[in-house]
Structures are given as structure tokens and as C-alpha cells.
């Protein structure tokens, strides 16, 4: 092999965990459930076809080229290879040291805009706030319309690489609401006297600003307080992009303005607590951060996580209309909850508590849960995925659209603000009638307003 094509010396490429990659025994039992894999059918878009080639790289048998760089990058991060694997593999661990790598190795050109995203937008809560306002203003007004159509006309005509890749992304901006500022702190109705510790989000807070507001409404029912502190972004995006020093930054920032606080953190973005949950993994075991991040990540909780350890208050009948028609619920598992936290029975309990209840109030069977095959499957959204490999990520999206249509549900529930829009813009893409909701939006229905 010609050391001329090598991007990094083999003396120095020994640089992903030996011991995570050698308990990879290439059974083959990661396949079904990875997507990629399942879309391509292409063993080097497999987690195990992955594997081998960072083995390969590191033992100095092939070079990090582009093409390689390019079958590891394709990765969603879903992690389902994870729970698939009989040998107990560590892949996400894999997955964020390869992202490293892949990093280093991309031009700044290429990943600047990302990274100045990551390090001035997402953190800084005023800026993204008033980007959200321009953003609602421009929808407003009819201009998003205008533009969607045009790009429309010109991809009929002549389909332009660059308005094609605009119109993916304009179907994927949701309906951005009018922004509420959350309070600082909020009285419970329940009998408990801990203190619980909202984290709002960045991306949550302005696109799905009301998800949160539901958020502290149904916590405050099992809470005597609920109190939003300071915070910042929690660092997922940067990560998963391999800029592991800039999330090292959030995260101390996070667990510096936690530390004057007690009781739970309880997060409505499963992206968001599956980050905030690995926080130690970000620093050596001799860094004084590293318990430090032990001890905020071991308090962290995901909204669904926390409702079903505390008892709700039983809905009233006034939050249930009269005219309540029969609809079909469906949930899918948004893969950072299931796959990264292992969070499987709580949202299906309180889905099934919720459907209890309103069924009990109307006297009718005005809920019927239905399952959905593969539930667990990648909806193809995987943070910022979709905007770096549309293709790939469109095709499936296009499994999990089908899997909705089969289900016949009128309203899919799931707990990731990234797998909202992703599924929003495959059912719409479509047109059909479905409804995708938080599933905090779905039990404040029954538990905070009118269904």
C-alpha cells in the first residue's frame, strides 16, 4: 500500500479503544437492525462492516481515505445495533471516538458553519430565540410558500441539486409557535417535597416551546416545585459530530449551573437526556470533572421516565369534549430513549394510563392503542442526519411511513423533537392524515385541556 494516500501515520492511528473494537465477534445478528444496512443492503454500511474497517485502519492495513471516512459517517448513531448485540458491544462508544476522527480529517470550510451552530447558536439562548422569531415571522407572512413553490417549478424543470436540497429542508422546518418564556420556577399540586429540575433544551424550547409548557404542567402535578435554572445547550449535536471539546464545555457549563441544586433533571428531548446521561464518558477517570459529571448525569431523568415513578393526578371530565371521536394511537420509540437509555415500558405504560383514563371519562372506547411494527426502527432523523445524507436518510424514512400507513393510526406519539419533524415531513410528504405529537402534548390533552 502506498504511504503516500495515508491521512495520519500508523505510529499515531491507534486512537479507537482496542478492547471496544475486539469484542466485536462479526456474528452478523447487528444487521437487521440497522438501518443503514437494511437500506443499502451494503455490508460497509453495517455496524459490523464499520468495525472491520477501523480494524483494518488501525492495524495499519488500510488507510483512512474519504471512502472510508464516508461508509463510517453514513452511520446514524441509532444505536439498535447496540441492543442487538449478543456480545455486549459498546458501538456508541465506537461510533462517538470514530466521529473524532472523521472530524479531524474534514475541511474546515466544510464543517465551520456546524461548528459555529454548535458553539454561538444553540447555546446562546437570546440569539436562538430571536432566530426563532425571524423564522416565525418568514412563515407568517406567506414567504416560506412563495419560495417552497418555486423551488417546486424549478426541480420539475430542471432539478437543480441546490433546490432540491432547499425544498428538503424547508419540508422539514416545522410550524415555529409563538415563543413563552418558561418560569423560573413553578408551584406543584402533589404531596411529595422534592424539588424537580426542568432542562429545557435549546432546539425544544423554540421549536416545540409548548411541549415544554406541558412538560412542567404535568410534573408540577407530582411536584410541590419546579424550578428551571439556568443551562445551556446540552452538547448532543457537537458531540455526535465529533467535536468532543466543545461539548466537554457544554457540559460543564450544565453541570456548573446545576450544581447549586437538588433533586431530579428531568429533560423532554430524548436526545437531550441520553447526552446528559453520558456526560462522565466526556472526561478521563482522573479528571476532577469526571465525578463531577457522575453525579449531575445520575440525576438526570427523560419525561416519560419520570411520570411513570410519580403518581398523576386523575383527569377530570371537563378535559375530556363531549364530542370525542375514536382515535387511533400509535407509538414509535424514538431510538436515543429505547436504544441509548433503554427506556422501554414507561412511555407505553403511561400511553396505556392515558387511554384508560379518557376511555373511563367518555365511557366509550375513544382510545384504542395500536402497535407499530418495528417500533423501534430509526425514523432516519439522527440529530442533523437528514441535512448530511438526505438520501440515505429519506429512504428510511420511507420504511417507517410505511409501517405508519399499516398501523391505521391517526396519531403517532413518540418522545425526540428530531423524530417529530423527521416523521412530519415523511407523512406529509405523503399527505396523509396523521398526527405526530410529543407525548407530553398528547397526555396534557387528558390531563391539562380540552381533547
Given amino acids: 500500500m502506498d504511504n503516500t494516500e495515508k491521512l495520519i501515520e500508523p505510529t499515531t492511528a491507534q486512537l479507537i479503544n482496542e478492547e471496544l473494537l475486539n469484542a466485536c465477534i462479526h456474528c452478523g445478528l447487528c444487521l437487521p437492525a440497522c438501518p443503514t444496512y437494511l437500506a443499502t443492503g451494503r455490508e460497509l454500511e453495517s455496524p459490523r462492516g464499520r468495525i472491520y474497517l477501523l480494524n483494518l485502519w488501525q492495524h495499519d492495513k488500510a488507510s483512512f481515505s474519504p471512502r472510508m471516512a ?5 452511520c446514524l448513531g441509532c444505536y439498535g445495533c447496540q441492543t442487538a448485540c ?3 458491544v459498546k458501538y456508541e462508544a465506537i461510533f462517538n471516538q470514530a466521529k473524532i476522527q472523521i472530524n479531524t480529517r474534514t475541511p474546515i470550510w466544510s464543517k465551520l458553519p456546524k461548528y459555529l451552530a454548535f458553539k454561538w447558536l444553540l447555546p446562546n439562548e437570546n440569539l436562538l430565540q430571536n432566530f426563532g422569531k425571524i423564522l416565525k415571522i418568514w412563515q407568517t407572512s406567506g414567504s416560506q410558500n412563495i419560495i417552497h413553490s418555486l423551488l417546486s417549478r424549478l426541480n ?3 432539478r437543480l441539486p441546490l433546490a432540491v436540497e432547499m425544498q428538503r429542508w424547508l419540508s422539514l422546518l416545522p410550524e415555529i409557535p409563538e415563543h413563552k418564556q418558561l418560569p423560573r420556577l413553578v408551584l406543584g399540586t402533589g404531596k411529595q417535597t422534592n424539588i424537580v429540575q426542568f432542562f429545557k433544551g435549546c432546539v425544544m424550547d423554540v421549536m416545540y416551546n409548548q411541549v415544554n409548557i406541558d412538560s412542567l404542567e404535568l410534573i408540577k402535578q407530582s411536584s410541590q416545585l419546579v424550578a428551571v ?6 452538547g448532543a449535536l457537537a458531540c455526535h459530530s465529533g ?3 466543545l461539548a466537554k464545555q457544554l457540559a460543564k457549563s450544565n453541570i456548573e449551573n446545576y450544581s447549586a441544586t437538588e433533586g431530579p433533571i428531568v429533560a423532554t428531548a430524548s436526545g437531550c437526556t441520553a447526552m446528559l446521561k453520558t456526560y462522565p464518558e466526556l472526561f478521563s477517570g482522573d479528571d476532577p470533572w ?4 457522575r453525579a449531575f448525569s445520575a440525576r438526570v431523568q427523560d419525561l416519560p421516565e419520570f411520570l411513570a415513578q410519580n403518581q398523576l393526578n386523575s383527569p377530570s371530565g371537563s378535559y ?4 370525542a371521536k375514536p382515535i387511533t394511537i400509535a407509538y414509535h420509540a424514538a431510538c436515543h430513549l429505547a436504544h441509548a437509555q433503554g427506556i422501554r415500558t414507561e412511555p407505553k405504560q403511561l400511553l396505556e394510563n392515558f387511554a384508560q383514563a379518557v376511555n373511563n371519562l367518555t365511557g366509550q372506547q375513544t382510545i384504542t392503542l395500536v402497535p407499530l411494527i418495528e417500533e423501534e426502527y430509526c425514523c432516519g432523523s439522527a440529530g442533523i442526519y437528514n441535512l448530511g445524507h438526505p438520501d440515505l436518510s429519506e429512504k428510511i424514512l420511507l420504511r417507517k411511513v410505511e409501517q405508519i400507513k399499516m398501523s391505521g393510526a391517526d396519531i403517532i406519539v413518540t418522545t425526540n423533537p428530531g423524530c417529530i419533524l423527521q416523521i412530519q415531513a415523511g407523512i406529509g410528504a405523503q399527505r396523509l392524515n396523521v398526527q405526530v405529537l410529543h407525548l407530553a402534548t398528547l397526555m396534557a390533552k387528558a390531563y391539562l385541556k380540552s381533547f
Fill in 156 to 158: 420539475s424543470l430542471y
Fill in 243 to 245: 467535536e468532543k471539546e
Fill in 70 to 74: 464516508e461508509h463510517l459517517d453514513s
Fill in 290 to 293: 469526571h465525578e463531577r459529571a
Fill in 86 to 88: 449478543p456480545s455486549g
Fill in 229 to 234: 435554572p439556568n443551562q445551556t445547550c446540552c
Fill in 320 to 323: 375530556i369534549s363531549d364530542n
